[in-house]
Structure formats: structure tokens, C-alpha cells
């Protein structure tokens, strides 16, 4: 598992907020973010188009 930085690897990978949770043993919340450079171009594109909405 690779960890984001979503600060850091905003640039080089297409990402998108997901969700913030809070994981059980954990005191601070989770941030969680989709990698979509696999997806299909035409995916990546629809992804960036409503990555707004996922904020």
C-alpha cells in the first residue's frame, strides 16, 4: 500500500478526494483519495470534471 500526500502528489498523479473517516484504534481522522491514472481517458476525464463535487 502507497501512501498519499495529497500536498505532494497532487501534480503527479490524478486523484480525488474521497472521504474523511474516522478508523477505529485511531485518534485523528483519515483522509481517503481515489488514484484514477488506470481509468480510461475518457474516465479520467468525467473524474476531473466532477472531482468539485467530491470536495
Known amino acids: 500500500m502507497r501512501i498519499f500526500n495529497s500536498r505532494e502528489n497532487s501534480l503527479e498523479y490524478s486523484i480525488r478526494l474521497i472521504d474523511r473517516v474516522k478508523v477505529k ?26 472531482k468539485a463535487i467530491f470536495k
Not at 25 to 46: H, M, N, Q, R, Y
Open 25 to 50: 484504534g485511531k485518534a485523528e481522522i483519515v483522509t481517503l483519495f481515489e488514484v484514477f491514472d488506470v481509468d480510461s481517458p475518457e474516465c479520467v476525464e468525467e473524474k476531473k470534471i466532477t
